[in-house]
Each structure stands twice: as C-alpha cells, then as structure tokens.
C-alpha cells in the first residue's frame, strides 16, 4: 500500500449553508492533512445530493443518522471499493437512537460519514450575539467536524486531549474549545494509514 494515494470526497447534501461554504471547508481538511501526509487529495463533489425523505423523522423533525450513512454508502458503492472516504455535509439536523441530536456520525468499515451542520450555525443558538462573526465561526465548526468524522474513517477513537480534533462534542462549547487539529498521537496513527 506504500506510496497510494488517497482521496476525501466532500458532498453537498443541501444547497442552503453548504454550497457556499465547501471550498473553504475543502481548503480547511486538505490543509489539515497534507501537513500530516502526502498521500491525499479532498475533492469537492460538484453537484448537491439531495436526502430521501424516507431518512426524515416527522415526528422528531430530524434525520436518522443511520439511514443517511446507509443511503450515501449504496449511492457511492463503486467509489468506496476504489479506496474513497466519503463525507455528506448538509444543512441538516440529525439524531441517532438514544441521542437528542448528532453533530455527526461514522462508519468506517464502509468509508462513510455526515456531518449535520444546522447546529453548527451560530444563529442556531442566538441571532444577535455572534452576527459579526458568524461566517468565520460556522466556517471553523463544520470543518473541525468534517475532520473528526474522518478521523474515525481512518480509524481512530476518540481522543482525551480536549484541543485534539478527534475529542467528543457534546455541544457548541467543546466544538469552539478544541482545535482544527490532530494532536501528535492522533497525527501518528494518521500518517501511518495514510502513507
Ligand atoms: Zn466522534
Ligand atoms: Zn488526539
């Protein structure tokens, strides 16, 4: 496996609050990683994928998680087998059993993950405190999420080093509170799978 390269795809699951934002957020991840590995490209799918509806609760007025993961894991079969780590970011929000919201979620033994960013707006919470720097901060949030979720494609846990990128998030604050980065013990493991 020596010298391949591999490839992040990053798709579009709404137009709303993505689109504009998925060039930074390619440019965040790819920064990210190419400082740990040479090996990697993050492209940006070019088209929006809409969700089925079947994967929204009505009830709870949120995706499930699962079906999401499900979904994008049968629509993207061909490239998975060519070793491409997929990452659905939509406008979204999204639970999983026992849980009131996700901020994102996982499978790694099929090479795909979501991120759910409708949490992640800073108006979510509050229209007025953060209006000044909103872009910059939502800009920031779903590009540490993206790079946690693939953290856990290349196989790593979470990390009890609360700046580590890879250390659960609970809410906004623990979001805001870690860095866009790996720490070195997480970087390591990266740099192995990626080498
Ligand atoms: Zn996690
Ligand atoms: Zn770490």
């Not at 999401?68 to 998975?80: N, P, S, V």
């Not at 805001?176 to 192995?192: F, G, L, W």
Request: proline share 4%; aromatic share 14%; hydrophobic share 40%.
């Amino acid at each position: 496996m020596a010298g391949m390269r591999s490839k992040v795809l990053i798709v579009p699951l709404t137009r709303c609050f993505v689109f504009d934002f998925i060039e930074d957020w390619r440019r965040n991840v790819y920064g990210v990683l190419s400082s740990i590995s040479a090996y990697i490209d993050v492209e940006v799918w070019p088209e929006v994928l809409k969700l089925p509806m079947s994967c929204f609760d009505w009830s709870r007025k949120q995706y499930v998680g699962p079906c999401i993961l499900d979904y994008l894991a049968d629509l993207f079969r061909d490239l998975r087998d060519g070793g491409v780590f997929v990452i659905g970011v939509g406008y979204i929000d999204a639970y999983d059993e026992g849980l009131n919201f996700v901020f994102g979620e996982a499978s790694p033994s099929r090479g795909i993950a979501f991120v759910s960013a409708q949490r992640l707006d800073p108006v979510f919470y509050s229209t007025s405190e953060y209006a000044g720097k909103r872009y910059d901060l939502y800009v920031k949030r779903v590009s540490k999420e993206i790079l946690h979720e693939l953290g856990h494609l290349l196989g790593l846990g979470h990390c009890s080093d609360p700046r580590c990128v890879m250390s659960f998030s609970n809410s906004v604050f623990e979001v805001d509170y870690k860095t866009m980065y790996y720490c070195e013990r997480c970087s390591t493991k990266i740099a192995e799978v990626l080498s």
